[in-house]
């Protein structure tokens, strides 16, 4: 099959195949846009969007389906839910590792983002653990350890919601697995409010299946670097949403953002493009970052004004180095008791995905063609207010 035909069976779906009717033109838009990248790799990429694209049909009529049988989950409420939104390369990963290991929060597994049991019962879930294995399995043949080193993946662990976002046609890995100019085309300007409609219909069907009918106990944590990116649209749909910053030395971020960058689009596009373009990943990347946190500091600052208890700044620096007090902080600020075993739990994660860091490279900032004063001139706002990073 080729991308066309993908294409045309996204138009020959009809809006009740969609959770979110809206869904549709987000996919049309996506693969307009990958069809547009020449220096794509066609072949890898056509099976990508295919595992997409099916994955998408199948999932919203598992969803809508259910909501059809047990209307009832259209009630499942998830009281203040939690989005880490920092930049790729800041912390995110492990700070949501370590909220999902805490029994007071509930973070959604990779299986359950994309593949999620038919009904409620243990062999519903048997089933769609061992559909989502095979998948998975391929995913980690194709990606390889070294990815897995950059971002601790398994099919039990939290996932990060690229995974829910791509059945409703928004593909936030965009930004880095592809030329940052086409992402920016994309989704500059995109009103992603359906996308999070179907997202938080998702998680409700989850919860649903978990047998949970309120998310007020365990409250419930998002994770996606790119969630920066639709903050206007999360807000709308989540009004009483927590949204936790992470945030890092730029000069760090922005080289450990190229590493990434540079390892994903091994598999998104084509040599050629990968050796000559190198020199520019920097600039390239350097324009991400300064997107996000533009993003960031825009949004928070308004919601600030009115909400200050639903804005958090976490140091990654600091959630490495004293994950007891960063999460002290946290409960408090959610009004839990911090019990003194979550402090084996936290060292655990900690410990665990450690083992796993990228190994050191020989690459510099200079290989990706950046130097670190140009990272320093574009970032001397952001520098003004986390002066520790001067």
């Not at 990606?143 to 409703?168: I, V």
């Not at 945030?247 to 040599?271: E, G, I, W």
């Not at 825009?298 to 007891?324: A, G």
């Not at 084996?344 to 665990?352: D, P, R």
Request: positive net charge.
């Amino acid at each position: 099959m080729t991308i066309i035909s993908f294409e045309k069976l996204i138009i020959k779906s009809k809006p009740e195949d969609w959770v979110e009717p809206a869904c549709k033109q987000f996919f049309l838009q996506l693969i307009n846009t990958l069809k547009n990248i020449k220096e794509r790799k066609k072949y890898l990429i056509t099976l990508f969007l295919a595992n997409i694209v099916k994955s998408a049909l199948r999932t919203n009529a598992i969803i809508n389906d259910g909501f059809h049988k047990h209307p009832q989950i259209q009630n499942i409420t998830m009281v203040k839910p939690v989005f880490i939104v920092g930049p790729p390369r800041t912390g995110t990963t492990i700070l949501h590792h370590m909220f999902g290991a805490l029994p007071e929060f509930n973070t959604l597994s990779h299986w359950e983002m994309t593949n999620p049991p038919k009904q409620q019962s243990w062999l519903a879930k048997d089933l769609a653990i061992t559909s989502a294995y095979f998948t998975f399995f391929i995913l980690k043949q194709i990606m390889g350890k070294e990815f897995l080193d950059f971002h601790p993946m398994s099919l039990m662990r939290p996932q990060e919601c690229t995974f829910m976002l791509q059945n409703a046609g928004i593909l936030p890995s965009i930004f880095t697995a592809f030329p940052l100019s086409h992402a920016i085309d994309l989704y500059s300007v995109l009103d992603a409010t359906a996308a999070y409609q179907y997202h938080k219909k998702h998680s409700q069907y989850i919860l649903f299946n978990q047998k949970i009918t309120t998310a007020n106990n365990t409250r419930m944590i998002f994770k996606d670097p790119h969630h920066a990116n639709f903050l206007t649209s999360i807000n709308h749909v989540y009004p009483d949403a927590i949204f936790i910053c992470t945030h890092r030395d730029p000069l760090q971020t922005v080289y450990s953002t190229c590493r990434l960058a540079y390892y994903l689009r091994k598999f998104t596009m084509n040599k050629t493009y990968n050796q000559h373009n190198k020199k520019h990943f920097g600039a390239e990347m350097l324009q991400l970052i300064n997107l996000l946190l533009q993003k960031w500091f825009t949004f928070s600052s308004e919601i600030q004004k009115k909400q200050p208890d639903r804005i958090i700044n976490i140091s990654q620096k600091e959630l490495k180095q004293n994950p007891e007090a960063v999460f002290k902080n946290l409960y408090h600020t959610f009004d839990l008791q911090w019990q003194p075993q979550n402090l084996k739990i936290l060292q655990k994660v900690s410990n665990n995905i450690s083992k796993n860091e990228p190994k050191t490279s020989n690459d510099h900032l200079e290989d990706f063609g950046i130097e670190p004063e140009k990272i320093k001139n574009a970032l001397a706002w952001y520098y003004q207010a986390y002066a520790e990073y001067l």
